[in-house]
């Protein structure tokens, strides 16, 4: 009797492991199934974020080229279609991750969002024409339930380097693709020769049309030369095509104090054009103290075969001052994609300014969105799109908010 | 033996515990997804050929420096840890228009493992034009018909809110002139009246016989003056103080020349419009819209009459029906795809014309109906071409302003079938397959 009880405590006891071994075998299975089917939600919601953002142009669909409120977000170029991102649209993102990124202008009283890092890579935007992060996920019908994040960043990394032991001017021009050199790319360039004048500085620009041509070596390098002083100021850029990919890159050497330039702001759109403000960069940076430069601005459009045409634009040359509310005022077109150059002379010093009105006339990467650290899941999704005939990278991250 | 027993119990509940698990293979939480393989490639191949890079590419030389820049330009656009092979296709029809895909050329960088995904392009060469010519209207019967598009300055429309007649002349233009030899546009009542008096005539043509005339005003159709009060073919354009004898004479003469007359909207030839000569207060059509005269629906009956070959009578009486909405049936669709003219499938009808007018009369509309008829209303017609045995024919296209020119159109080509030469995309050495198929190596 006692043998027979003493079985079958063994065998339930045994039996009860069994059961305990598979609920929590099977338990594990479970959560890793329930978090794989949540991952492939994030993950189909980054493809359909991606669609979205790429392959619509929003509402209005020309919003980049105005300051009108937004009703649908999309990026999507709406004269060129598939994929190709308006120019415009992107410089209407608030990229600015916090307010401390913001630049504040006195002679205005307004924040600017500076897509770029530096001052000097892009033309300011007012913050309240700028697009922001929760705008965007309201409009894309994610608020409050999926972060999102896009990145815009040129497929070609295009590098210019001033060769110093040179007499005359030497630029060093290298190509890179996905980490490799381009060899055989071809090269169209325009250098901005700024040159001091009375009042005001020239440019004169080298060559004047069509660019000069040049090709990368089995390095993906090129060296360039142009019959000036190396010491001389001036703006370069170099447009790079190869097989179908196109990227830009640029140089700018300035003779005057780092301190000392241009500053390039919106200042709203008015019947076709984009009105500009042009103020000096004390303001921003020592504001109180009194600095005055001469300038000479210039706007070129972008042609589809990357050639400059210079467009004539108000208020072209004078002088500005860092006296808060002081700055001069002009107007480019704002439907052109195109680049404004500005040269000025400070205290007999020269330097310029070389902004694009189109993210894509100066290879300006942005990224717009959320901050996904922190997240367990983080889906991401690439494509290749063109902005104004560039070759970017897109890449959209997406995550789950909440429990 | 008991433990024997319990043993088989544990190696059994064992056994089924590892059999289930083994089979219970679930993938790991993190591989919900990789780069969408296929969408990257697309967008590849698309920005590419943006500037027609791909596409010159393709159609060259395999050994041509090109395919090199090719190669560098989708290694530097793809991320290093995706792999590639780009391939062509050439396409070829045989007699039977079966096309086969023949590989051409294709370009890699290395072997791929399971993960891979493809997308694909279809491009033609730069050195090819695709053309598009249409057969001129009467050229396979040896027929000179020329197209008159009333566009007559000094008339006003109705039932065409929000163009003008003008306005719809020049689409129009645009729209048909490709299918006949000539087009003339009436620019005025006066010309009207030349036309009426058949002398108005292109270079080239001895008469005005078999044209196809299209009246862009809607419900109102020019009136030169010669036909009103006072002028000197009063009798044929007004009579019993009424311009419906003006329609009767159109009816007439469209039978005597064998025209087709086109209504492009609404309830045909119901009200008539000069400018210059009705500029009494009064000379409104009742919306407020001056310089015609209203006619009512004694105006399709004459015209009807007068195609018929009877003698003007003033006779009142509607012979439409409001159907609502109507679709495209498929002789239309047809058509559509064929002529490439592609208004809303869906339109509104309310000046369908009753079926009984094709016996009354003498028309029959044979496979030039447009819509399907309301089951509600089997016995009224949208819009045809009714053709009188006797020669002539008045298109009447009988649905709800705005008006659509494009239905007009269309109903016209149905009725004379026009071919339409194309260049086949299919053709051999014209076109090419792309295909883009991208592997990821290496973890997610």
């Known amino acids: 009797m006692a043998g027979a009880t003493i079985d079958h405590m063994i065998s339930l006891t045994i039996l009860i492991a069994a059961l305990l071994v598979a609920m929590t075998t099977y338990n594990g299975m479970f959560a890793t199934a329930v978090d794989y089917d949540r991952n492939r939600q994030v993950a189909n919601k980054a493809v359909d974020l991606m669609n979205t953002i790429c392959l619509s142009s929003g509402n209005p669909t020309d919003w980049g080229e105005t300051d009108a409120s937004l009703l649908g977000f999309g990026l999507q170029d709406p004269e060129a279609g598939g994929y190709a991102l308006s120019p415009y649209s992107i410089m209407r993102l608030n990229t600015a991750f916090n307010d401390s990124q913001l630049v504040y202008y006195g002679g205005t009283d307004t924040y600017y969002n500076n897509i770029s890092t530096n001052y000097g890579d892009a033309i300011l935007t007012p913050i309240g024409d700028c697009v922001n992060y929760t705008t965007a996920a309201e409009l894309l019908g994610i608020n409050g339930t999926y972060g999102f994040n896009v990145d815009v960043t040129p497929t070609l990394d295009v590098t210019v380097k001033q060769n110093s032991t040179a007499p005359n001017l030497k630029l060093n021009v290298t190509v890179y693709g996905s980490g490799m050199p381009l060899s055989g790319a071809a090269l169209n360039y325009y250098l901005f020769h700024v040159e001091s004048g009375t009042p005001c500085p020239s440019i004169t620009r080298y060559p004047t049309n069509p660019p000069g041509v040049a090709h990368t070596n089995s390095s993906g390098s090129v060296d360039i030369e142009f019959p000036i002083d190396a010491d001389s100021a001036y703006s370069f850029v170099v447009y790079v095509s190869l097989g179908g990919v196109n990227g830009v890159g640029y140089h700018i050497s300035n003779s005057v104090d780092d301190n000392t330039f241009i500053v390039p702001l919106i200042d709203g759109y008015e019947h076709g054009k984009l009105n500009l403000i042009l103020a000096h960069s004390g303001e921003f940076l020592h504001p109180g103290e009194e600095a005055t430069a001469n300038y000479n601005a210039s706007f070129y459009t972008l042609t589809s075969d990357f050639q400059l045409q210079q467009c004539v634009i108000p208020n072209s040359a004078g002088l500005v001052n860092s006296t808060a509310g002081s700055y001069i005022t002009t107007q480019i077109p704002a439907s052109e994609t195109g680049l404004l150059v500005i040269s000025y002379m400070a205290n007999g010093e020269l330097g310029s300014v070389i902004v694009p009105w189109g993210v894509g006339a100066l290879g300006v990467s942005a990224s717009f969105g959320g901050d996904p650290t922190g997240y367990d899941f983080v889906a991401t999704e690439l494509r290749q799109v063109n902005i104004n005939d560039i070759s970017y990278h897109v890449k959209v991250s997406a995550w789950k908010l909440g429990s | ?444």
């Open chain 2, 1 to 444: 033996m008991r433990t024997v027993e319990v043993l088989f119990v544990i190696i059994i509940l064992l056994g089924a515990f590892i059999i289930t698990t083994q089979f219970a293979v679930l993938p790991s939480p993190s591989q919900a997804f990789g780069t969408n393989l296929r969408e990257l490639s697309q967008s590849t191949l698309e920005t590419l050929d943006a500037q027609g890079t791909l596409s010159e590419t393709i159609f060259k030389n395999p050994l041509a420096p090109a395919w090199g820049d090719l190669q560098k330009a989708i290694s530097a656009s793809l991320p290093p840890n995706v792999v590639y092979n780009l391939s062509v296709y050439d396409l070829s029809a045989n007699s039977q228009g079966v096309v086969t895909y023949q590989l051409n050329h294709s370009i890699s960088d290395a072997g791929f493992g399971a993960d891979s995904d493809a997308a694909s392009l279809m491009l033609t060469s730069p050195n090819v034009t695709f053309t598009q010519d249409p057969q001129k209207v009467g050229e396979s019967t040896e027929q000179n018909i020329t197209l008159y598009i009333l566009n007559c300055s000094d008339a006003n429309g109705w039932w065409i809110t929000g163009y003008t007649g003008q306005s719809l002349a020049s689409d129009l233009y645009d729209l048909l002139s490709p299918y006949f030899t000539n087009t003339m546009l009436v620019s005025s009542t006066s010309d009207l009246g030349l036309l009426l008096d058949g002398t108005l005539l292109p270079a080239g043509v001895e008469s005005v016989n078999d044209a196809v005339v299209v009246n862009t005003f809607g419900e109102a159709v020019p009136i030169p003056d010669d036909y009103c009060v006072g002028g000197s073919k009063q009798n044929e354009g007004y009579e019993g103080g009424s311009y419906a004898k003006f329609c009767h004479t159109l009816g007439s003469l469209t039978r005597q020349y064998n025209w087709t007359w086109v209504s492009i909207v609404g309830y045909p030839v119901h009200y008539v419009s000069n400018t210059e000569e009705f500029t009494g207060p009064n000379d409104q059509n009742g919306y407020g819209i001056h310089g015609m005269k209203n006619v009512g629906p004694a105006g399709l009956t004459a015209f009807l009459r007068g195609l018929n070959g009877e003698d003007y009578s003033n006779i009142d009486g509607y012979l439409h029906e409001s159907v609502g909405d109507v679709t495209f049936n498929a002789n239309a669709r047809k058509s559509l795809n064929y002529y490439g003219i592609y208004p809303y499938t869906t339109q509104t009808s309310t000046r369908a014309l009753q079926d009984s007018i094709l016996t009354r009369y003498n028309l029959n509309v044979n496979d030039t109906e447009l819509f399907n008829r309301p089951p509600l209303y089997p016995t009224y017609i949208p819009a045809a071409t009714y053709s009188h045995d006797g020669g002539g024919a008045l298109t009447a296209i009988g649905l709800a302003r705005i008006p659509d020119i494009r239905v007009a159109a269309l109903a016209l080509l149905m009725y004379y079938q026009p071919t339409v030469y194309r260049s086949e995309f299919g053709a051999s050495g014209t076109s090419r397959l792309v295909t883009l198929q991208l592997g990821q190596q290496g973890g997610t």
